[in-house]
């Protein structure tokens, strides 16, 4: 079935440096992509989303890049902080559910 | 708008007995949502509701597993006859409109002893 994943299950950053993590999506049918981000013993908290008639869309620090072609998504976090440290997780939708790859873990040192 | 809640937060029952969970959703969400999310894995989808109606259930919610959202507001999520294979953590979404971000709840964790 259809799956969303990431390239890599860990990322280890500086405090203060940019951080991008990838996503892959295999539904070309899927019209609406989110960013969620999960701290221990918490739910997944939303970051961003975008829509595919999209290629772009910037939140505070945060940007998502669509590229339909590929079928890729990243999120880029600017000057990353200690508390950006979590997993992240892309999720796609085709219908009504969400679907989540597996989650990247941030690792950010001060 | 305080989020949405869920309780209990822990649960530990042992294999065989029933238990139940709650869902609070934001209050002007009219769509819930049940996952399920076990140890470094991403949630999966258990079942939705829009208003009342539960609209879709995924093969993943066995005969065991029964929700409910009987005035189209808080919602409950029961699990009979539990088994080892049932200890995840149960999250619960709400969201505002189709392709409108979910909003998750902290979970309930289920520990099957």
């Known amino acids: 079935g259809e799956s969303v994943g990431l390239h890599l299950p860990t990322l280890s950053v500086q405090e203060g440096d940019n951080s991008i993590i990838n996503c892959a999506y295999s539904?070309?049918?899927?019209?609406?992509f989110i960013w969620y981000k999960q701290e221990s013993g918490k739910g997944p908290q939303f970051i961003i989303d975008?829509?595919?008639?999209?290629d772009k869309r910037q939140g505070q620090r945060v940007t998502v890049l669509l590229n339909k072609t590929v079928k890729h998504l990243s999120l880029q976090i600017a000057a990353t902080q200690p508390g950006d440290s979590a997993v992240y997780f892309c999720?796609?939708?085709?219908?009504?559910?969400?679907?989540f790859g597996k989650g990247t873990t941030l690792s950010v040192s001060s | 708008d305080t989020g949405v809640s869920q309780n209990p937060r822990h649960k530990i029952t042992k294999r065989g007995q029933n238990v139940t969970f709650r869902c609070d959703p934001i209050?002007?969400?009219?769509?819930l949502y049940w996952y399920r999310q076990t140890l470094g894995q991403g949630p999966e989808f258990l079942t939705y509701?829009?208003?009342?109606?539960?609209?879709?259930k995924s093969r993943l919610l066995s005969d065991r597993f029964s929700a409910e959202r009987p005035k189209g507001s808080f919602s409950t999520l029961e699990i009979q006859r539990t088994e080892q294979g049932d200890s995840a953590m149960y999250l619960c979404?709400?969201?505002?409109?189709?392709?409108?971000?979910?909003?998750f709840g902290d979970g309930t964790r289920l520990s099957i002893l």
């Open positions: 979404a709400s969201s505002s409109g189709v392709s409108e971000p979910q909003h």
């Open positions: 539904n070309s049918a899927s019209d609406y």
């Open positions: 975008i829509r595919s008639n999209m």
């Open positions: 999720a796609e939708k085709a219908g009504t559910a969400l679907i």
């Open positions: 209050s002007e969400h009219n769509r």
């Open positions: 509701f829009q208003n009342e109606a539960q609209l879709e």
